[in-house]
């Protein structure tokens, strides 16, 4: 394994170095959530079902699906995804 | 590692053609028992003839004794070195050793090659390995599948164009740019007021793409901003255009390569570029002020990305703004400034000092608001064509403001509220006034610029200037 690659933190240190989760959503209600199929089989079974709950809680949902669980989602697809949706969820099934 | 602290050190490389040569030598030495100890760089069994050899994987011990040719042999007494020869000179290895007779067959002298310690790369990383404990800024270890340079964007270090990113490696040659220790606090820097030291500010110079001899120069930018006449904290909290700009003077500004001539206040020139946009960095990262943060500016302007350049004084009629402050002729000097702004001057009518000088006072006027007098300060560069105009009549640069001046006194009747059926302006207690548009010592002159082009450049301050606001502030260059 090669050595970690290191930077030197050039802010005042004042921010935890780690980067910190997004805040939660104050609710669902009127919030549109994102269900990202990551394209393994059976993935569609699990974010059907996140669909109809999110749904019944109030919020929309827009489904997305990687070309290919091997790589990362293109660009596109993830501008896409943070420009129409408050939240996503990444389903990984199989 | 532990070191030989008595006798002989000798250091050597098999790919290196003098070492083999000497390699019987070193034999000899310890043949005649000589305390000796022979470090390899590369290869572990060389030399062969020599028992007590070390391999010097690392490189540490040639890093630690400082060698830059091999062979090289030093004399140890008591943890502290007394002697060394370099390459073989038979007559130096004679004098060391204090053996006669060293080296027969061998020719007197012949140089050594370049120690494996110095080659560029593995020079930076063994300071890394070996200084690294000067360094104290936090460390950031990247995730396997981050790419570093949008790491660096990713943790918000970057003003929106790619950094540099600040591994120790880049640190420690930027801080061989100036003898100060990196832990030299410099002040506390705003809107956090976190502690911004000599590394802190290595770190953003990185960042910002600077060489290290370009690292004086924004130390004594930083230095210049956190002086409370600068006020720098109402300046990046402002609504108003405005930012540091960095004018430097003095020597240093052509060691660097400075651009104070063509295009002297646009991009293409390195120092000019990267000097101006570390001192915005340091301002983002040390002190977190950040667009849609502490920094309000309602449009901002683009020199807040970097705003530096040299004066032009060897083709200037006049004396250099450093000296004008108060800087030593001869000595380097920045002088920092609340700038708005850059607005044209076009003139290429006027051959007479007075024609240019009202037609300069008349652009002025115009700063910020042609109603509004007193209000902030101003940089006029004078470009060589100008200046050119006022060298002929023999115009000093106090003349030059003085003749500003006169033309820079706004009727208080044309400049209150409603006047001209503009609503801005003045209190209406202010029409019988004389107004000056700019304070006593508001109005700066520099000379810059390419050769040809009848323009000057006006760059308009910040709306709180003076003891209200920002002061411009000078800071000789110190290494």
């Not at chain 2, 030093?74 to 020869?85: N, S, Y």
């Not at chain 2, 402002?238 to 020597?251: D, H, Q, R």
């Not at chain 2, 200037?316 to 609340?338: D, H, I, K, N, Q």
């Not at chain 2, 652009?363 to 042609?370: E, G, S």
Request: charged share 25%; with cysteine.
């Amino acid at each position: 394994m090669s050595e970690p690659r290191i930077l030197l933190d050039p802010t005042g240190e004042l921010a935890p170095a780690r980067r910190e989760a997004q805040p939660r959503l104050p609710g669902l209600q009127g919030r549109t959530i994102g269900l990202l199929d990551i394209s393994k089989p059976r993935g569609d079974v699990f974010l059907d079902r996140l669909a109809q709950r999110l749904e019944a809680s109030g919020a929309a949902v827009e489904r997305y699906r990687k070309p290919t669980f091997t790589r990362v989602a293109p660009d596109d697809l993830r501008r896409e995804i943070a420009t129409r949706c408050d939240a996503v969820i990444e389903a990984l099934a199989d | 590692m532990a070191l030989p602290r008595e006798g002989f050190v000798a250091v050597v490389k098999r790919d290196c053609p003098t070492c083999v040569v000497v390699a019987p030598v070193l034999a000899e030495l310890a043949g005649k028992g000589l305390p000796l100890v022979v470090y390899s760089q590369d290869d572990p069994d060389f030399p062969e003839e020599v028992a007590q050899r070390v391999h010097d994987a690392d490189l540490e011990a040639s890093y630690r004794f400082g060698i830059e040719t091999v062979p090289s042999l030093l004399r140890l007494e008591g943890g502290r070195e007394t002697g060394r020869a370099i390459g073989w000179v038979r007559g130096d290895w004679e004098a060391l050793t204090g053996l006669e007779g060293l080296g027969a067959g061998l020719p007197d002298w012949r140089p050594g090659c370049g120690s494996k310690s110095v080659e560029p790369e593995v020079a930076d990383a063994l300071a890394a390995r070996f200084e690294g404990h000067r360094l104290r800024a936090r460390r950031i270890e990247l995730g396997a599948l981050e790419e570093d340079w949008e790491a660096a964007h990713d943790r918000g270090w970057s003003d929106g164009l790619p950094v540099v990113p600040p591994t120790p490696e880049r640190v420690l040659r930027m801080l061989r740019g100036t003898t100060r220790d990196p832990a030299e606090e410099l002040g506390a820097m705003p809107p956090d007021l976190a502690p911004c030291s000599v590394e802190k500010v290595a770190i953003n110079a990185v960042l910002a793409g600077c060489r290290p001899e370009y690292l004086p120069v924004v130390l004594a930018a930083t230095e210049a901003a956190l002086e409370e006449p600068f006020c720098l904290h109402g300046l990046l909290a402002t609504t108003w255009f405005s930012g540091p700009m960095v004018v430097v003077n003095g020597p240093i500004a052509r060691e660097i390569g400075m651009n104070s001539g063509v295009n002297a206040l646009g991009q293409g020139n390195r120092a000019n570029a990267s000097i101006g946009r570390a001192l915005q960095l340091v301002v983002r990262n040390v002190g977190g002020g950040r667009p849609g943060g502490v920094d309000r500016a309602t449009l901002g302007q683009p020199g807040k990305y970097s705003f530096c350049f040299a004066e032009d004084e060897a083709g200037s009629p006049w004396e250099p703004l450093s000296e004008e402050r108060g800087v030593a002729a001869g000595r380097s000097a920045v002088t920092l400034f609340a700038a708005g702004g850059v607005q044209g001057v076009l003139d290429q009518q006027s051959r007479t000092p007075e024609s240019l000088a009202a037609s300069l006072a008349a652009c002025l006027r115009a700063v910020c608001h042609p109603k509004l007098p007193i209000l902030t300060d101003a940089f006029l560069v004078v470009s060589p064509e100008h200046a050119r105009v006022f060298q002929e009549a023999g115009w000093s640069k106090a003349r030059l403001r003085q003749e500003l001046a006169s033309h820079l006194v706004v009727p208080g009747r044309e400049a209150v509220r409603g006047a001209g059926g503009i609503a801005e302006g003045m209190p209406a207690g202010f029409a019988e006034a004389d107004l000056p548009k700019f304070r006593e010592g508001g109005l700066q002159v520099v000379h810059a610029g390419g050769r040809a082009g009848m323009f000057s450049a006006i760059i308009g301050g910040w709306p709180a200037s003076g003891a209200v606001g920002s002061e411009p502030v000078t800071r000789e260059v110190t290494t």
